[in-house]
């Protein structure tokens, strides 16, 4: 089934980005994303992409049951600084812990679980009217290097910024983060976010694409998004230090070439384990 995996890939590719399994409750441990971005032919809506999504959660579901994957994800673009505003339409973000697992993402045994004796029919059906409302877009692995989720069901709402080391300061910038982790661990236990994920571009990676990392900052409500408790958070996490000092490390280390805000359509989570059995 590989030729018919390239043709997934080539077909319905669709950023940003995952970035990490959010049915988990602790610091993600190392994962991979797949992100595809999808873009939508004339004619064709969101709405008919979402049903087609949720028939390749079936084959997502198994796959993350039997521990193929870590999480699966349906975003669609709610705002983008991309000038280029019809570029996609929305994206799926597949994560895995092996790296392994793109030889061969749609494994036999998988797809006849998910169709049944007739899958192979099934899936060239599945194929066939996925690339009938999409066409071929780009796809990126990212690595997540980081991570705090308050262990709630994922978030509705995502906001990703794409990050431009300045100057080779690449350790630089990555040990600011850990600064901004700190306050992004208070707001988390303020509830004013659910969580936030940093991940490293792998492939594929050159100075043409304009970013080298992202981060991901979970929101439950669009209130959550607007709410100025930063001020707060950094208050309790550094007392008595200047917040524009802080500020101005991050604007000397990288530059945010894109911050793009995403809304959770559907995804995948660990079944219970009464339906495992």
């Not at 409750?25 to 999808?38: D, K, L, N, R, W």
């Amino acid at each position: 089934m590989k030729t018919n995996v390239m043709l997934r890939t080539l077909m319905v590719v669709l950023s940003v980005l995952t970035f990490t399994n959010l049915a988990m409750s602790q610091a993600p441990e190392i994962t991979y994303s797949e992100v595809m971005y999808h873009k939508l032919l004339p004619g064709h809506t969101v709405q008919q992409a979402v049903a087609l999504e949720k028939e390749w959660g079936k084959i997502h579901q198994i796959q993350l049951n039997g521990k193929a994957i870590t999480g699966w994800y349906v975003l669609s673009k709610v705002l983008s600084s991309n000038p280029d505003q019809q570029a996609y339409d929305y994206i799926t973000i597949k994560t895995f812990a092996d790296m392994g697992h793109l030889s061969e993402s749609y494994p036999d045994q998988v797809l006849e679980k998910a169709f049944g004796a007739a899958y192979k029919t099934k899936w060239a059906d599945l194929l066939k009217r996925t690339g009938a409302i999409q066409q071929g877009g780009k796809v990126e692995i990212w690595r997540t290097m980081d991570g705090i989720l308050n262990g709630k069901a994922p978030a509705p709402i995502w906001v990703i910024e794409f990050m431009k080391v300045k100057n080779g300061l690449d350790n630089e910038y990555v040990a600011l983060e850990q600064t901004f982790k700190k306050l992004h661990q208070e707001r988390v236990n303020m509830n004013n976010i659910s969580g936030w994920t940093m991940a490293g571009l792998m492939y594929p990676a050159g100075t043409e694409k304009g970013y080298e990392y992202a981060t991901v900052n979970y929101y439950s409500s669009m209130k959550d998004m607007a709410d100025g408790r930063y001020m707060e958070a950094f208050k309790k996490v550094m007392p008595g230090q200047d917040p524009q000092k802080l500020m101005d490390g991050a604007y000397k280390t990288r530059d945010i070439v894109r911050q793009e805000v995403y809304s959770l359509l559907e995804y995948v989570s660990p079944a219970p384990v009464q339906a495992m059995k």
